[in-house]
Nanobody
Framework: QVQLVESGGGLVQAGGSLRLSCAPS????????MGWYRQAPGKQRELVAN???????NYADSVKGRATISRDYAKNTVYLQMSSLKPEDTAVYYC??????????????WGQGTQVTVSS
């Protein structure tokens, strides 16, 4: 069973920066979209940023200008670089892959989540 493995979360001071990484534990092919979502306590999970296979990116208004999503094609790894972090960025961050074809019976994969806490 292929899983997405995230890393890079932690405690950061407001104004600081961090980089999250996400890579599959096995082979995933025909990736259509790679993305990052986040869920703060008591709130719904929301899209932070995603990147299509064609190279298009999409960012939540709340992180535009502060976040950059990128991909290492050779490693099928997706990164989220965030700067000028704010306390309201505190959340569990999840990576997400969507594939055009079924991979092990699935077309959508989620990571286990990594906690990002921004202190004021």
């Amino acid at each position: 069973q292929v899983q997405l493995v995230e890393s890079g979360g932690g405690l950061v001071q407001a104004g600081g920066s961090l980089r999250l990484s996400c890579a599959p534990s096995g082979s995933i092919f025909s990736i259509r979209t790679m993305g990052w979502y986040r869920q703060a306590p008591g709130k719904q999970r929301e899209l932070v940023a995603n990147l299509t296979s064609g190279g298009s990116t999409n960012y939540a208004d709340s992180v535009k200008g502060r976040a950059t999503i990128s991909r290492d094609y050779a490693k099928n790894t997706v990164y989220l670089q965030m700067s000028s972090l704010k306390p309201e960025d505190t959340a569990v961050y999840y990576c997400n892959f969507q594939t055009a074809l079924y991979v092990s019976g699935r077309r959508e994969f989620w990571g286990q989540g990594t906690q990002v806490t921004v202190s004021s």
